[in-house]
């Protein structure tokens, strides 16, 4: 690929597009995917449903076209699995995925049960915080690990740890992910129950703005999910995070123009573009959005350190 | 597996809770070390070597059991507080340790291979492929499940995995998957995850407004709330938010989870011991609730109908139960 020609003497650094979180309808998902495999510059996409298995059915018709587009695009395809398994529809549903025979990434302790030692990806919601952790999936055939949001610099330069696994991924740009439950918050809010919820989590595509008593913006309401209200941006961070050992850099869906997010994070890791240039342009394209990088600098998640050291 | 016998865990965030609790009728407590290697790590709270020692001799003594809870998330910069807790709690002779990494459990299945190891609710261990998963690498002998199974789904996990459970019975309500929310650590910076403490008590602050109480955590209003309202402790799943121009207990009421009515369904679902939450707790509050249980899961264990007088509310979170995820149509 032409892109990797003009930095080949510094490490490789990958694209990837996280799972969309959101409960898009199965059209807007399919145009985005497909634009995504016409355009982008991603390297490697991450397709199926984290959030709620109730989704799920929505998706199952588009997929095999979808993963082909990408693929035929040049594009590694990996198929995302539930952060929360409870009943046994879930569990078949995690070897039904398995099954299917694309990379898995796992996001349920299950996964790795039903894997049993093929290669797969872990996910960003089981927690590998330090370097046993890190050692044990390794060995158990973890081919890449995408860390907790939560990790901050200093963790993911011991567990990123150049050499010792072969491919670390940090999520740099998105609603950040904060926790998942059984409970359907997002029912609550329409005032229905998650088993008769009408899908009501398909009218914010990109998620429902919750905020405090006194009116300031603080998260973001999706499903069963609770996620930041700012996008996470790390484009300052991405050289360091790159000598760090991390070679996959995670942006995760918004409702917004991903083709050109993912460009501007490119050119970044490219060189051809500076961070606050970059920045500048970003900020074109997620309106009124804070953004926030608190975790990675060892503060509360929702924090921007504008100085980025 | 199924037991007949109801086991009562409870906790002890000092050596006098843990006295209170087994004078009081508990047949295991567990307990933590001083530092962010438990998940409750707050000030003046949990034990020194001396006194973990001392406090399984009275246990021991007492035919009881101490488990040791070493449930957070090693930092990578430095894990060897955890692996440094394992040793001791092999060293003092608890009966168990209650564990959630997966690199802190490979340690003492390495290191300790004798010291009984049980999965902690911070493993958020949901499903029984997961469980069977910690079964098969680290020989666990009994989970602790997640506050977000029903009792049905307990009851087809029981059946499935062959080890023993343990379910919360009385305490806090956690509606999050626990140890992967970053709820907390996104407001103050500090992780109840690796840090082992959710919404610190020197991140809260209440200030008066009007007729009204506003309680924080770090720079965040979490709630405010009249002189008589209930009002929980202000943890970010606990706290009012704004939705659709409405303001609402978005995630939880304050509210405390009390199964004290449903004992015998729990039973039949073949659970093996019920947890009582609250560590953080007095030793009064420890006294109370469990010699409340234990008349409970004597008379539940003599087949005879359950008379005692359910007296917990006044100690419960915001002064009102629930059954929380165990009642059809929490979700």
């Known amino acids: ?25 199965a059209d807007k998902r399919r145009d985005f995917y497909f634009r995504i495999a016409d355009e982008s510059v991603f390297d490697c996409v991450y397709l ?74 872990i996910g960003p919601y089981i927690n590998i915080f330090n370097k046993s952790s890190r050692d044990f999936v390794v060995h158990q055939n973890a081919t890449r690990i995408v860390l907790p949001v939560e990790m901050n610099a200093q963790g993911i330069s011991v567990v990123a740890e150049r050499g010792k696994v072969s491919e670390i991924e940090v999520m740099v740009f998105g609603r950040q992910p904060l926790s998942v439950a059984m409970r ?12 008769s919820c009408q899908y009501v989590c398909g009218f914010d595509p990109n998620g429902l703005a919750a905020e405090t008593l006194d009116g300031q913006s603080i998260l973001t309401v999706n499903g069963t999910q609770t996620m930041s209200h700012g996008y996470v941006v790390l484009i ?16 995760s869906p918004q409702n917004i123009d991903m083709v050109e997010v993912a460009y501007i994070y490119r050119q970044v890791l490219d060189k051809k573009l500076g961070s ?34 | 597996m199924t037991s007949s016998y109801l086991e009562l865990v409870c906790p002890a965030g000092t050596l006098a809770s843990l006295h209170a609790a087994i004078d009081a009728g508990a047949d295991t407590v567990y307990c933590g070390f001083q530092d962010c290697t438990n998940a ?21 003594d007492h035919g009881k059991k101490v488990l040791i809870a070493i449930n957070t998330f090693p930092r990578a910069e430095d894990e060897k507080p955890w692996h440094t807790a394992v040793d001791k709690a092999a060293a003092a002779g608890a009966d168990a340790v209650i564990l959630a990494d997966i690199g802190v459990l490979n340690y003492a299945t390495q290191h300790h291979p004798n010291l009984r190891r049980h999965l902690s609710v911070q ?7 997961s469980i069977q998963f910690y079964q098969k690498n680290f020989d666990i002998k009994r989970v602790v499940l997640p506050r977000v199974l029903s009792i049905t789904d307990i009851s087809t996990i029981v059946k499935d995995i062959g080890i023993e459970t343990e379910v919360f019975a009385f305490g806090s309500v956690g509606p999050m998957s626990e140890g992967r929310c970053f709820l907390s650590s996104y407001m103050t910076g500090l992780s109840p995850t690796s840090d082992g403490a959710c919404a610190p008590a020197s991140q809260v602050t209440y200030k008066q407004v009007g007729n009204c109480t506003k309680s924080c955590l770090g720079n965040i209003t979490l709630n405010q709330f009249y002189k008589n309202e209930p009002a929980a402790y202000p943890t970010p799943c606990k706290g009012r938010y704004i939705t659709n121009g409405q303001s609402s207990y978005l995630f939880e009421e304050p509210i405390g989870l009390n199964v004290i009515n449903i004992l015998p369904l729990l039973k039949a679902a073949g659970v093996t011991a019920l947890k009582i939450e609250g560590r953080q707790r007095s030793r009064a509050y420890v006294s109370q609730v469990v010699s409340t249980f234990r008349r409970a899961l004597d008379d539940l264990a003599k087949g005879a109908k359950i008379t005692v007088a359910n007296d917990l509310k006044s100690i419960a979170e915001g002064g009102r139960e629930t059954l929380g995820a165990y009642k059809k149509g929490w979700k």
Not at chain 1, 236 to 251: A, I
């Open chain 1, 276 to 309: 606050d240039e970059a920045v500048a342009k970003l900020r074109c394209l997620t309106n009124s959005i804070p953004y926030i990088n608190g975790f990675l600098y060892a503060r509360e998640g929702l924090a921007w350190n504008e100085n980025h050291t």
């Open chain 2, 123 to 129: 493993a958020s261990a949901s499903n029984s492929l």
């Open chain 2, 40 to 60: 409750r790590n707050y000030p003046g709270l949990n034990f020194d070597m001396e006194e973990m020692v001392e406090g399984i001799q009275y246990a021991h």
């Open chain 1, 236 to 251: 300052h961070e991405l050289e360091r995070l790159l000598s760090m050992g991390v070679s996959h850099f995670r942006l």
């Open chain 1, 48 to 121: 199926g449903e984290v959030v709620c298995s109730k989704r799920e059915p929505f998706f199952e018709n588009d997929l095999p076209g979808i993963v082909d587009r990408l693929r035929a695009a040049g594009k590694s395809v990996v198929m995302s699995t539930l952060a929360l398994v409870t009943s046994e529809q879930e569990m078949d549903l995690i070897q039904k995925n398995v099954e299917a025979g694309l990379m898995i990434e796992a996001n349920d302790v299950a996964c790795l049960q039903v894997l049993a030692g093929m290669p797969h990806i």
């Open chain 1, 184 to 195: 359907c918050y997002h029912a609550r809010s329409y005032g229905v129950n998650k088993d």
């Open chain 1, 1 to 25: 690929m032409s892109k990797t020609k003009s930095n080949i003497k510094r490490p490789l650094s990958y694209l990837t597009l996280g799972p969309i979180l959101f409960n898009w309808e």
